[in-house]
């Protein structure tokens, strides 16, 4: 009974180099959520997703970062040229439907570092 | 634009000391308030969901309680093992993010 799987847990950048960041959503799921945690800051969501669309990406910054989520395979957060402001932990979420007031799972997240 | 605000910001209590945590929020309108639980270096673990004023859930040692403005988080007889930080988000009905948006948590710390 897999939860939701993220990897890596640990991902270290130099500066100007990209992170990708994978998430397999629980078993069945089909809705796809990251959301970034700065340190001593709560959770911002970033984007929601569905197989081949982003439905919401309103909490995503305009540059550098990207989500996809494909048909097959696990959703993808993609930083190009990282910067130091972009240390936080990525959390990944899914739920079985939509957001209209279902159980949202979160995975233990990815902890991004970047030198 | 929704809030959600967490009081106290950390909470220690003596193993058996009941206590509660307060989560007071503003949205156009509520389509969900969710109680989270999160460990050092962990995800967080869903807890709750209330959907309407009055409405009550309990798990263990936890009872949640919803009113308009405020949710709570009562922990009775609390054991060291409840250490964690307690998250409180909402779900707004309005047509902007369909995200959660979060507070900043209560760190509670039970000693023995």
């Known amino acids: 009974n897999a939860g939701v799987m993220q990897n890596p847990r640990h991902l270290v950048r130099r500066r100007g180099q990209e992170a990708r960041l994978r998430c397999s959503p629980m078993?069945?799921?089909?809705?796809v959520y990251w959301y970034r945690q700065l340190p001593e800051e709560g959770l911002k969501f970033m984007v929601y997703?569905?197989?081949?669309?982003?439905?919401?990406e309103s909490g995503m910054p305009k540059e550098r970062f990207s989500a996809e989520f494909p048909k097959e395979g696990p959703s993808i957060l993609r930083i190009q040229q990282v910067v130091r402001g972009d240390s936080a932990a990525y959390f990944c979420?899914?739920?079985?439907?939509?957001?209209?007031?279902?159980?949202?799972?979160f995975g233990e997240g990815s902890w991004l570092t970047v030198v | 634009e929704d809030q959600v605000t967490q009081s106290p910001e950390a909470l220690r209590l003596q193993e058996g000391e009941s206590s509660s945590l307060n989560c007071s929020y503003t949205?156009?309108?509520?389509?969900?308030l969710f109680w989270y639980r999160q460990d050092p270096g962990k995800g967080p673990e869903f807890l709750f969901t209330?959907?309407?004023a009055g409405e009550e859930k309990e798990k263990e040692r936890l009872k949640a309680t919803l009113t308009k403005k405020e949710s709570f988080l009562h922990i009775t007889a609390p054991k060291p093992e409840d250490s964690a930080t307690y998250l409180c988000?909402?779900?707004?009905?309005?047509?902007?993010?369909?995200?959660?948006?979060f507070g900043k948590g209560t760190h509670l710390i039970i000693q023995p």
């Open positions: 979420a899914s739920s079985l439907q939509g957001t209209a007031g279902n159980t949202i799972y």
């Open positions: 078993k069945g799921h089909s809705h």
């Open positions: 997703l569905q197989k081949e669309n982003i439905i919401d």
């Open positions: 949205v156009s309108g509520l389509r969900g």
């Open positions: 209330l959907y309407s």
């Open positions: 988000a909402v779900q707004d009905t309005g047509g902007g993010a369909d995200g959660l948006t």
